[in-house]
């Protein structure tokens, strides 16, 4: 599980991310980001409604989600708020799958919201 600095833990916050944030869909979940401070700690909240399934599956899609979170935060991500709102289809795909397509959402999250460099 990741640390307390790197989890959206406040309703407030979730609604912020979700209503105002950049969207990017996809097959299993949707990622919703707000750019933070340059240096601040990314962090993450998760969204698992009972329409993925019973308890265990929602919990088992979140721990699968949390995984990928923790990658990303091993690899130096930071900056930017995200929460994953998972979709019914997320426990169709291996696990490999399911990650591949989160990074894919998570690089284009990075181009949108990274600071535009000046040419000159």
Not at 53 to 58: F, L, S
Not at 112 to 117: A, G, H, I, N
């Amino acid at each position: 599980m990741p640390a307390q600095r790197h989890r959206v833990t406040r309703g407030d916050d979730y609604r912020r991310i979700v209503r105002s944030g950049y969207r990017v869909g996809g097959a299993f979940c949707i990622t919703h980001a707000v750019l933070r401070e340059a240096g601040e700690p990314a962090r993450f909240g998760f969204i698992v409604s009972k329409a993925v399934g019973n308890a265990v599956q929602r919990n088992l899609a979140r721990r699968r989600l949390k995984t990928i979170a923790e990658r990303r935060i091993a690899a130096g991500f930071t900056g930017v708020d995200v929460v994953f709102r998972a979709l019914p289809a997320i426990l169709e795909p291996e696990f490999a799958v399911l990650e591949h397509e989160v990074e894919r959402a998570l690089r284009r999250v990075e181009t949108r919201l990274s600071p535009v460099q000046d040419p000159s």
